[in-house]
């Protein structure tokens, strides 16, 4: 088997083939010169790729292209992952906003009437509202029908709201007649202890004196 021949000069690998180095151009000694290529394929079985390439830099491997192609696809997989974590993160955020920003929960609280004097309600978590008016505190219910209508039942009657809360001020519209709350701070209505029952006996001449504000009494 005739192998490659290495230049006593610059120590470069030769094809048997070559006469002279292909680097540097010494002349071949004492390796007898192959004719043709086929008096090559039959003395011997061809040899392993030279690996070495110009400047013996290693030349890549064959499957290099193939680990680039799966490195980008795994890249790319991470990405769409990420994007996909993100998205998800997104829309948790603004549905818990958007849960919290309702009507439903807003409303919860003390609002006391804007212009007039003595009017505040108490919204609870319950379902229950009260309100209270010239030291009169009534209990009754409340339900939301959808987020923009709001059913008050007080006294035996029942009374229908279209609902707009803005920030700090809630509008309670009926019958062609708005009236506006701003939310206090009270956790109770006006710092009047609030009851849990609603009065039998309300003096007449005080309830006839009451001015008609939200239109529910």
């Known amino acids: ?89 997104v829309a948790a955020t603004l549905g818990v906003f958007t849960y919290l920003n309702r009507p439903q929960n807003t409303i919860i609280g003390t609002w006391e009437q804007v212009g007039e004097i003595g009017e505040i309600i108490s919204f609870h978590k319950d379902g229950t509202i009260t309100t209270v008016d010239f030291g009169v505190t009534i209990v009754g219910n409340y339900e939301f029908l959808d987020n923009n209508t709001l059913r008050i039942d007080i006294l035996g009657t029942s009374q229908i709201f279209d609902v707009n809360i803005s920030g700090n001020m809630l509008s309670l519209s009926s019958d062609g007649t708005t009236v506006q709350f701003e939310k206090t701070a009270n956790t109770t209505a006006a710092g009047v202890e609030v009851s849990t029952e609603i009065p039998t006996e309300v003096p007449t001449e005080t309830v006839s004196e009451q001015p008609t504000t939200t239109g529910y009494r």
Request: aromatic share 4%.
């Open 1 to 89: 088997m005739i192998e490659n021949w290495t230049c006593p000069k610059c120590t470069s690998p030769n094809h048997p083939r070559r006469d002279q180095c292909w680097q540097c151009g010494y002349p071949r000694e004492s390796i007898p010169k192959i004719e043709s290529t086929n008096e090559l394929s039959a003395e011997a079985p061809p040899t392993e790729p030279n690996l070495q390439g110009i400047g013996n830099q290693p030349i890549p491997s064959p499957n290099e292209p193939k680990d680039k192609v799966s490195s980008l696809r795994s890249l790319g997989r991470v990405i769409i992952l990420a994007c996909g974590g993100i998205f998800l993160l």
